[in-house]
């Protein structure tokens, strides 16, 4: 009886850890350059005793898992370990995950394997963070929106307000790029800044993400055209083993998203989403009502073991109106007077081309993107009247890079070309100032064609025992938009990186490196008042920007990070306008377009500090960021021969990030994050006030001679986020209640000037 007892007992405690465990992972591990399957690779969940052994195939499986959150190290001999951090799985699906190895000879030779950090690269081995999805989708404050989830990296600030733009190391938001899956995309955001980067809401489905790269600096060498950084995107393969979808519901959106097989060769994921904002700002009696939708496909055909096509698109719409109605406040008459309407469209789509062989890989990948902008504005509002602004543009770039990675005895080297052809059409009728006033108006109509071109190589290999990496790159880069941009030997782009390992866990780094950006389109494309190209006729130069940067990294074996950097940037043949003889540094966060007007290469400037960063990945169910970053960014205006504020001189940003998962599958997370204040130009009341001035631009005029002399009062919110999941046998519900700006902390911008009105809303006038 005692017997029969213990097997009853024993039964039912394993039908009960089966129904609680059923979540499961498949994967396959492959070589990072050949391709090739890796038989007998250990793939290990850390901190429990869940594991498995690649088979023939590469492929593995763990099952029995209890739904969560793991971290999977992957070794074998002769590879680089690796560990992806805080993978999910649940009981509604196998997760799948598929990883790529890095070769390793000193592995090979002495079976060993080397402590320390993974998301390094010899490239970048500093300034480089990696972000998973599972961080993005739980970040407090950031509502899914990858833009807002960067704001909390080390180094990167914001504008106060609603938008997204990003602003890296004192640098403005136009000197950021980004890449997904290795086609660039040039914004990321709804409502896009047309000659910047930058927007309210973020365009990306973080679902579909696997991880993000984050260059602050060390950019590599097929990376071009950028001054500040670099965010390289990667998406998740297709399923294979059946379709799937998912329904969300945010606080400003609805969305769709699918993923599934074609057919045994092939996969599709598709994402789209609507946003319900005009709503929400309507029961907010908000004067502009926006909306916005998005759309997100990749489709994957692996023609073999050796060759792959992938095709990616990603577009969207955005319509924004004023709500006439709401024009009761002070503000929202200001708001309602100085914004115009928009319709705005976008789309980047492409195609990347893989072929695999033992030692290396070639990568061709072909993309057009397209920017379709339009604004308009009518005094009083009233399309019976004159008319302010009227803008229509349109940007298309057809781009072209091909590349060849080889891996062979520690020597890494990538080298390849790339070219775009560019066109850039505008149509712009803006009233600057008066009538009968130097350059009040902008009237023209333009239209431009020209070519990129550009070369580029990149070696790394380490030495003395794996102790130093060494990586040396160059590139360059040139146009046909004038004479004075076709040489490339003029934007030749040298970079060095070194990192000499003290310990397995201590290492000292240094980079430094010159980059090259054309300017913006809008800047191009420019025509003034006589129907010239001015700014091709100003000699127009790429911009210029010189980093240096040294650090110090120290990581544990429980996951947690610690570094110290120094950076210093700086900037020459940065764009200076020639109308208000100051930096385009100084512009950049407003709405609309950015470097629409006459500019010489004349500008310098320089951005230098300090960053501390802290990084506790997933461990014990504890996860946790701290960053820290003191700088100045300092612009020289022709108005003045000293260092002045740059728009971006927010002096310094503190981020932290912490966050516990807890029992039944509750979670809760916290942020806090401080900046300093930005530097503001005050406005010129003398002429503002002046009648025929107010009567046509209804906003104050800024006072050019004081740039960024005031500056706005520091600005720090708290966001705390819930979550509670549930699994069920064929689906999954996600519960969360984010709450932002939790103490309602009200940010400070610049005040706005407004007439002063008797009691029946008319304008009081001065005695002259």
Known sequence: MKKSWIAIAMVLFWIEASLAQTGMYKGIVKDAVSNQAIEFAVVQLQGTAFGAKTDSAGRFEIRNLKPGLYNIEISNVGFKKKVLYEIAVDNSKPTFVEVLLEKSQREIKEVTIKAGRKDKTEESPLSLRTIGVNEIQRNPGGNRDISKVIQSLPGAGSSVGFRNDIIIRGGGPSENRFYLDGIEIPNINHFATQGANGGPVGILNVDFLQDVGYFSGSFPANRGNTLSSVFDFKMKNPRSDGWHGAFTLGSSDIGLRAEGPVNDKSGLMLSIRRSYLKFLFQSLKLPFLPTYNDVQIKYKYSIDSKNEITYILLGAYDVAVLNKNENETDEQKYILNVLPEQKQWNYTNGIIYKHYKENSFQTIVLSRNMLDNNAYKYTDNDESKPTRLQYQSQEIENKLRIENTLRKNDWKINYGLGTEYVKYNNRTYNVLNFPGGINDTIDYKSAIEFVKYGLFTQVSKPFFNNSLTLSAGLRM?????????????????????????????????????????????????????????????????????????????????????????????????????????????NEGGDFGVVGNESVLSLSIGRSYGIEWFAQQKLFKGFYGLMAVTLFRSEFVNANKATYAPSNWDQRYIINLTAGKKLQRNWELGAKFRLTGGRPFTPYDTARSSITYIWDVTNQGQIDYSRVNENRLPINHQLDIRVDKKYFFKHWNLNLFLDIQNVYKFSAKDRENLSVVRDANGQPLFRPQ
């Open 477 to 585: 880069d040139g146009n046909t938009y004038s004479k004075n941009m076709q040489n490339s030997l003029q934007q030749l782009s040298p970079r060095v990186s070194a990192s000499y390992a003290i310990t397995d866990r201590l290492n000292v780094n240094f980079n430094t490196g010159i980059y090259y950006q054309t300017p913006a389109l809008t800047t191009l494309g420019f025509k003034d008042s006589t129907n010239r190209y001015i700014n091709r006729e100003n000699n127009l130069k790429y911009m210029r920007c010189a980093h240096l940067v040294g650090g110090v990294e120290y990581s544990n074996k429980n996951n947690a990070r610690f570094t110290i950097e120094g950076f210093y940037k700086g900037y020459s043949q940065y764009p200076q306008s020639v109308r208000r003889g100051i930096s385009l540094a």
